[in-house]
């Protein structure tokens, strides 16, 4: 088993996104769906990747996106909560940042669930690696 990389950090992430004009964050969905369909294989459960996130999205005018996120923190979580640890981002903390606090803050609140996006897969990629040690 390869270890997950459970050390993102949210300035070389900003910086690497700002630095490759978004395409860095298209990266990430990829890589936090192939980790989390890695360490959450066991709840029967699949996160789509990339491709089908791209073109989902693109048809429901960008819908889907907002349910793909909602339904990969819930998984993140149930996978922690699973394993006794403490859960990370909420889903309702996700939606009211996207509807309400994200405008009313000037943008400043989407950093923080960005940062808190980051910070659940980090959970759940060395909760995997401790279980999983070679």
């Known amino acids: 088993m390869n270890k997950l990389a459970a050390n993102r950090g949210f300035w070389l992430t900003l910086l690497l996104s700002i630095v490759t004009l978004g395409f860095y964050g298209w990266y990430?969905?990829?890589?936090?769906?192939?980790?989390?369909?890695?360490?959450?294989?066991?709840?029967?459960?699949?996160?789509?990747?990339?491709?089908?996130?791209?073109?989902?999205?693109f048809i429901t005018f960008g819908i889907y996106s907002i349910v793909w996120y909602c339904m990969w923190i819930e998984r993140c979580n149930g996978y922690l909560r699973k394993n006794n640890k403490p859960e990370g981002l909420q889903v309702v903390t996700y939606i009211l940042t996207l509807f309400i606090l994200g405008w009313l803050t000037l943008g400043i609140m989407y950093l923080?669930?960005?940062?808190?996006?980051?910070?659940?897969?980090?959970?759940?990629n060395r909760t995997y690696n401790e279980l999983n040690k070679q």
């Open 112 to 124: 923080v669930v960005f940062c808190k996006a980051l910070y659940l897969q980090n959970a759940v």
């Open 28 to 57: 990430l969905i990829y890589a936090f769906a192939r980790e989390t369909n890695i360490a959450c294989k066991d709840d029967g459960k699949k996160t789509t990747g990339l491709i089908l996130f791209v073109i989902f999205s």
